[in-house]
Structure formats: C-alpha cells, structure tokens
C-alpha cells in the first residue's frame, strides 16, 4: 500500500467547507484512495473512495490530482459534528495502516 | 452503506478471565474480516486478519493464543482474550470487507480489573 502524508491539524470554520489534503506519491495504478474518519471513541466511518476520477457523495467530495499523487477530501458544509480525525489511505483495502491522520476542529 | 456491528459495546471483567468479542456484518457476506486494538490517544494498530474458514494471520508481536480469532461463518468472526490482564484493557474495533471496501464496527470497550 501507498504511503501517506496528511497534516497534524486542521481548524475550519462551521458552515465553511473544509478542504483535507493528502500525498500519495507512491500510489501504484490500481490502488484506491480512501478515506475514513475517526469521531471520538467510535469505530471508523468510512467516507469515500476513488480511483482517477473525482467522486462525490452525501458526505464529501474527493478530488484526485491527474497524475494521482495527491488528492483532496472535501466537507462543503463544515458541522461540529464533522470534529474527528481524518484518514486517508492509498491501497487495495488489504490491510489498512492507521498514520495519526489530520485532526480536523469545526469551530463555531 | 454496509453494515458492521460488534457485541458487546464494553464490557469489565477480572484478571484471567476470558472475554469474547464478536463482529457481524449484518447486510453483507465477508470472507475477510480485521481486529484492531486502540490505546488512548493513539491510532488503531491492526491485530490479525481473520479469513472465513481458515486460520487467522497475526500481525508481529500479536500473541495468537492469547487473542483467540474464529471466523466460522461468512458474517461473524469472533475474538477472545483469555486469561485477560489489565494491560489488555484497551479499544477493540473489528471491520469487514465488502468488495474493495472496508467498514468498522463502532467498536468494545474492554476494562480488565
């Protein structure tokens, strides 16, 4: 699997969007992005994944870079309850290997 | 989306008793099902990966007779810690795999006195 670089931390305002990046520089052309998310003393929610094209769901929205070393996880309309920690993953959903992932604080 | 869930939600028991977690995927058949563990304020570390039908295979530095893993049937893989010690105590989540996907159970609070 790919290995991954996110930031620490992140703050967003609530009702703004918030833009989650992440590196995967090693990401082979098979392998997926996803990404999870951690809310406190839960189990993590899968969010969404994707290949090469962008992909949007209920939840966010997933822009990938074309050459597919990078891509974005977009919340349009930050909520507090958004507040978690936020994985992203380059892989084939083998066995998935947790980093610390961004903390992202929604704000009011 | 799929569903994954875990019993019991926590559970407290005492040192060298054994305790068994288990892990269904309600809507959806897995023949590969996962078990983490979480400390406090640290990431899930991936335990072993438990295969329908076969043996599991444990991560370096999991102890397999200690962390017990059956995957008898195609949604429910089950874990127990025998002779359970208080450094045991810790965050099990457990998540299965539907197509390229996995999804988490919300997880087992496990306190050992």
């Known amino acids: 699997d790919a290995k991954t670089t996110q930031p620490t931390s992140m703050d967003c305002a609530e009702g703004r969007a918030a833009n989650l990046p992440c590196n995967h520089s090693?990401?082979?052309?098979?392998?997926?992005v996803y990404w999870y998310r951690q809310i406190h003393s839960q189990g993590p929610q899968y969010i969404i994944h994707?290949?090469?094209n962008n992909e949007t769901n209920e939840m966010a929205s997933l822009i990938i870079t074309e050459d597919r070393k990078s891509s974005t996880l977009i919340l349009p309309h930050a909520t507090l309850r958004d507040t978690a920690v936020y994985y992203c993953?380059?892989?084939?959903?083998?066995?998935?290997?947790f980093g610390k992932g961004t903390k992202l604080s929604v704000k009011p | 989306g799929a569903v994954v869930s875990q019993h019991p939600s926590r559970v407290i028991c005492k040192s060298g008793t054994s305790v068994k977690i288990e892990c269904r995927s309600l809507?959806?058949?897995?023949?590969?099902m996962f078990w983490y563990r979480q400390f406090p304020k640290q990431s899930l570390m991936l335990m072993a990966t438990?295969?329908?039908?076969?043996?599991?295979?444990?991560e370096q530095g999991v102890e397999k007779d200690k962390f017990l893993i059956n995957h008898a049937s195609l949604t429910l893989s089950t874990l127990t810690v025998t002779s359970a010690h208080p450094e045991d105590s810790s965050f099990y989540i457990c998540?299965?795999?539907?197509?390229?996907?996995?999804?988490f159970g919300p997880g087992t609070r496990l306190l050992v006195l």
């Open positions: 998540s299965a795999r539907e197509q390229e996907t996995q999804y």
């Open positions: 090693t990401i082979s052309g098979n392998e997926y």
């Open positions: 994707g290949l090469k």
């Open positions: 993953f380059g892989g084939s959903q083998g066995n998935l290997i």
């Open positions: 809507d959806f058949q897995a023949t590969t």
């Open positions: 438990s295969n329908e039908g076969s043996k599991a295979t444990y």
